[in-house]
C-alpha cells in the first residue's frame, strides 16, 4: 500500500506563504500524474494543482498565479509553494494521483490563513 505523508502546514496570516511537500512510498513514482487536493472545513475535497510526469501544471482557477506545484522524482516527493495566500485558502491539504486518486490517503497537513 502506498503510504503518503504530508507536511509543512501551519497558521499564516494573509497574503503569507508556505511551501508544502509530501513523500510518497510509491516505487514507480515518476510514471505518475499527481497532484494537491484542498478540502476546506466542511466541504469537499478538490484538486486544486496538477503536475504531470513531464513536468507540466494546470491549476485550479482559484490559485491560479499564487500556487506552484513541482515534483523531485528522485526524493519521491511533491511540493506545493502557496504565496499571498487567502483565508480561503484554509482547509486540509492532501496529495494524491490526479486527477483521479488511487492511492490511499495520508493524514493531510491543515493550513489555517487567518485575517
Known amino acids: 500500500q502506498v503510504q503518503l505523508v504530508e507536511s509543512g502546514g501551519g497558521l499564516v496570516q494573509v497574503g503569507g506563504s508556505l511551501k508544502l511537500s509530501c513523500v510518497v512510498s510509491e516505487s514507480r513514482f515518476r510514471f505518475y500524474t499527481v497532484g494537491w487536493f484542498r478540502q476546506p472545513p466542511g466541504n469537499q475535497r478538490d484538486l486544486v494543482a496538477t503536475?504531470?510526469?513531464?513536468?507540466?501544471?494546470n491549476y485550479a482557477d482559484s490559485v491560479k498565479g499564487r500556487f506552484t506545484i513541482s515534483r523531485d522524482n528522485a526524493k519521491n516527493t511533491i511540493y506545493l509553494e502557496m504565496n499571498s495566500l487567502k483565508s480561503e485558502d484554509t482547509g486540509v491539504y492532501y496529495c494524491?494521483?490526479?486527477?483521479?486518486?488511487?492511492w490511499g490517503w495520508g493524514q493531510g497537513t491543515q493550513v489555517t490563513v487567518s485575517s
Open positions: 494524491n494521483t490526479a486527477s483521479t486518486p488511487v
Open positions: 503536475i504531470y510526469t513531464f513536468g507540466g501544471t
